[in-house]
């Protein structure tokens, strides 16, 4: 069993090794929309002990290795196929979370925001989110996907260059959406609620951070496989 190195990157572990995502969010560590970096760039910008770093993430993969897993390769699977299941897998996730998710953020913010400040900031970033997922959604399903599938078909110089315009904003709107869910999770002290939460305030940090285990995957999948894939 080959074991990684600082010349890996994220995005390279989470291929082989899905639970890594939750390790690498636990530190910190990009996966998604900054995954291409090698681990060892990650370790100085972050002043990681990256030997530690590395025996635990192997330590887990030898662990997982051992139990009996189905993993998806991804890269073997055709544009068309993964399209379809970010679309009825991630999107429709979002379809259904986003605006119940939305109430909840804004009735804590509503309830708690005078003793609890950071729900103001939180409020108006989750807003942001919000509208950034939903129109990131439309421009793929009709634009970007329609053109990916047209391609798988008949491909051509002049469709791919489509895609690859359609693509270079797609990727400008993940780096956006990171960085909203990474400050999420710093005002939010990595979605842990108040020892005096209500239930409310528990439910909508533990959906928050459903949501963005939900995103890093799905950003995931489209930058480091569907996108790269075409490059």
């Known amino acids: 069993m080959n074991q990684f190195t600082d010349k890996h990157t994220p995005a390279e572990i989470v291929k082989i090794f899905p639970k890594a995502s939750d390790f ?3 530190r910190r560590i990009d996966f998604c929309c900054g995954g291409n ?3 060892e760039n990650v370790f100085k910008e972050k002043s990681l002990d990256g030997n530690t770093v590395l025996a635990e993430l192997n330590s887990l993969y030898e662990e997982w290795s051992k ?17 379809d299941h970010i679309v009825h897998t991630h999107h429709a996730y979002l379809e259904q979370e986003l605006t119940p998710l939305g109430q909840f953020v804004t009735k804590i913010y509503r309830v708690h925001g005078a003793n609890h400040p950071h729900l103001q900031e939180l409020y108006h970033l989750y807003n942001e ?4 997922m939903e129109e990131h959604s439309i421009k793929e ?16 110089e002049e469709l791919l260059e489509k ?4 693509n270079g904003g797609l990727e400008d709107d993940h780096d956006a ?18 020892a005096d939460a209500c239930n409310s305030y528990r439910i909508t940090y533990a959906r928050l951070a459903e949501m963005e285990a939900d995103t890093f995957q799905h950003i995931h999948l489209e930058n480091n496989v569907l996108f790269k894939n075409l490059a």
């Open 24 to 26: 690498f969010k636990e």
């Open 37 to 39: 970096k090698p681990l």
């Open 67 to 83: 139990e009996d897993h189905e993993v998806k390769d991804w890269d073997s699977v055709p544009p068309s196929e993964l399209i």
């Open 129 to 132: 989110f919000k509208v950034e």
């Open 141 to 156: 399903e009709q634009e970007v996907f329609p053109l990916i599938k047209e391609y798988e078909k008949n491909p051509s």
């Open 163 to 166: 895609i690859r315009i359609a």
């Open 177 to 194: 959406v990171g960085e909203l869910l990474k400050r999420m999770r710093v005002i939010t002290d990595d979605f842990t609620p108040p």
